[in-house]
């Protein structure tokens, strides 16, 4: 089974921390995303990477950077933390498209960040 | 651009009850289609899949769902539900199967005894 792990299920950090949100998958997936999701307003898209060293602009990126030095993690970093980045972030995986036929996307647990 | 329109923000229905969840897209390319589900205090679990082929997908726990693309809808349904099913339902569109997806804002089911 494919396995996303995000390293914690709850985060309480202070206004102005830099925060780090981790992500391991262990199915050789070149595809990596953050999403945040909030009520109401379903799943956001802030960064996805598409290989090693590579990282794109989701529809909701700013205050936030990602990082992907090797092929099975993509971290998530809040550089400096603000309440209105209180949310869950779900991390996802897949594999590029064509490589397989189960390419759609699976996803982490979550991380519940609060930001006081 | 895409954008994906869940008209239901929460669906209450007695068990045993069929339930539809309507999900509407729009998007200028040929699109994939899936229903994901979130449980409690869990993140989210594919349900089913539309890639290409029949119109009317199946999951293995008595779900389907029938694209349309004339009226661009992916509706998810179930002719009884359980009180397992309660759950929030999410709706996303994607320009291929592994790619980053857009969702709607869910839908969240709640099955009475």
């Known amino acids: 089974d494919v396995k996303v792990t995000q390293s914690s299920r709850y985060l309480v950090k202070r206004t102005g921390e830099k925060v780090f949100l981790e992500c391991v998958q262990d199915?050789?997936?070149?595809?990596m995303f953050w999403y945040r999701q909030d009520p109401g307003l379903g799943l956001r898209l802030i960064y996805f990477?598409?290989?090693?060293?590579?990282?794109e602009k989701g529809d909701i990126p700013e205050g936030y950077s990602v990082s992907r030095e090797k092929k099975e993690r993509f971290s998530l970093i809040l550089e400096s933390a603000s309440t209105n980045q209180t949310s869950m972030y779900l991390c996802?995986?897949?594999?590029?498209?064509?490589?397989?036929?189960?390419?759609?996307?699976?996803f982490g647990q979550g991380t519940r960040l609060t930001v006081v | 651009a895409q954008s994906v329109t869940q008209l239901d923000s929460q669906v209450p229905v007695f068990e045993e009850a069929p339930v539809e969840l309507r999900c509407n897209y729009s998007?200028?390319?040929?699109?994939?289609l899936f229903w994901y589900v979130q449980y409690p205090n869990q993140g989210l679990q594919l349900l089913l899949k539309?890639?290409?082929?029949?119109?009317l997908v199946e999951s293995i726990n008595g779900f389907e769902a029938e694209f349309n693309k004339s009226q661009t809808s992916f509706h998810l349904r179930k002719p009884s539900v359980h009180i397992s099913d309660t759950a929030e339902y999410f709706c996303?569109?994607?320009?291929?199967?592994?790619?980053?997806?857009?969702f709607g804002t869910g839908t969240r089911l709640a099955v009475r005894p």
């Open positions: 996802a995986s897949s594999l590029r498209t064509g490589r397989g036929v189960n390419t759609e996307a699976f």
């Open positions: 199915m050789d997936h070149e595809n």
């Open positions: 990477s598409y290989d090693v060293k590579m990282k």
């Open positions: 998007s200028s390319v040929s699109v994939y």
């Open positions: 539309y890639l290409s082929g029949s119109t």
């Open positions: 996303a569109v994607g320009k291929s199967s592994g790619d980053k997806l857009t």
